[in-house]
């Protein structure tokens, strides 16, 4: 418990997506000490994440800036969040100078999708890399581009959305306003949806053991999986394919070096990359594909907490 001023600067990196808040102190290679984690108070973030705050920083004297991963589009330019599914309209207005304010320390802020990809590639799957794509696939469909090691975050902050990328020109409507979009077949939700569909119409399906769970989530179903149940491995085989599609998408667009899968769904491991490699190997243009590694992410529930941390370490930097 020293607060000795010879103590390296860390940061606390805070995770908002998932319904969760999950907080940690990070030190400056993205290493996890301390760590909080509790029910997301969406009503009252700016309270909430200062008692965090404050609460991580007891004994912390070294603590130089703090990173906040946000489930939605954070504007780069302005700091300000322009849409979120999960924070109410009501506490989005200025988060970051209200963060500011509150908690006395510099604040970045950045969509989830983008700090967890900052993590896994400073920390995790991406270690070794220069240019990497991030993918994580849960509630939502988030991705993320780094390029030369820097977040590539485009014109306004909003690169990377592949979750949006048309899969099924026939398909779903989809939440962004156009029909068919990657996640509107192979997000959390979504997977559950198309499984329940399946179940409903397919008298042999009936044998897995989710058709007696009528409030199964994605990660039952890969559970499931797991455990050898037929119908929650097709299921997992062809959201495999469904993401598999868009990977291909994402190689000839960018020949990028290594793709980095993360998010709930990817608990399932080899059983849903296996079938997103096949499918990516089936339509991608073949010297692309070759060029390309995809793996899974190694820092799980992490990713996004280590990678806000991070992006608040180089904004002391600059
Ligand atoms: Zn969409």
Redesign the pocket.
Known sequence: MSSSPQRLPSFIGIDLSGRKLRAAIVNAEGAIGERREEPLAADHLVEQVNNVVKNLRVGHSEIAAAGIAIPGLVNRQTDRVVASRDLPSSVRDDLHSEFAKTTGLRIELENDANAAAYGEYIAGSGRGSRDMFYITIGEGIGGAIILGGKLWTGASGFAGEV??ITIDTEGAE?????TG?L??VASSPNIVRRANERLNRDSTSSLSKLGLNKNFTAADLVHEAKNGDDFSLMMIERTGRYIGTGVASIINLLNIERIVMGGEVMEAGKLILDPIIHEAKRRAFQPCFEATQIITGTLGGDAAAIGAAMLARDSTAR
């Not at 989809?174 to 156009?178: F, P, S, V, W, Y």
Request: with cysteine.
């Open positions: 979750g949006h989809c939440e962004c306003g156009n979009c996640e509107t």
